[in-house]
């Protein structure tokens, strides 16, 4: 049984700084990769931030420049970076693991910013 933990949510003026954090526990033997989604209301889930075993990362279009996906493989954490937050960011954002061939999600963490 893997579980997700996230933390790091909240209300945000327009141009501030938020720090999301996902940790995995369980039974986990290797982590091959580490994203992180956003869904809105009204819209789909959208890919947000994506890093590989490797260390390559993957940037939706709208937060290239903004946000930094990292993690810690020791702690099997992975961490979101978001700055110069805007309006269009407001969503519940959703930490996806994937070990060998399973997938897990967190429960996600609301993310307000306002104009």
């Known amino acids: 049984q893997v579980q997700l933990l996230e933390s790091g949510g909240g209300l945000v003026q327009a141009g501030g700084s938020l720090r999301l954090s996902c940790a995995a526990s369980?039974?986990?033997?290797?982590?091959?990769?580490m994203g992180w989604y956003r869904q809105a209301p009204g819209k789909q889930r959208e890919l947000v931030a994506a890093?590989?075993?490797?260390?390559?990362?993957d940037y939706a279009d709208s937060v290239k420049g903004r946000f930094t996906i990292s993690r810690v493989n020791a702690q099997n954490t992975v961490y979101l970076q978001m700055n110069s937050l805007k309006p269009e960011d407001t969503a519940v954002y959703y930490c996806?693991?994937?070990?060998?061939?399973?997938?897990?999600w967190g429960q996600g963490t609301q993310v307000t910013v306002s104009s």
């Open positions: 890093i590989f075993s490797g260390g390559s990362t």
């Open positions: 996806r693991i994937v070990t060998g061939t399973e997938n897990y």
């Open positions: 369980g039974s986990i033997f290797r982590i091959n990769y």
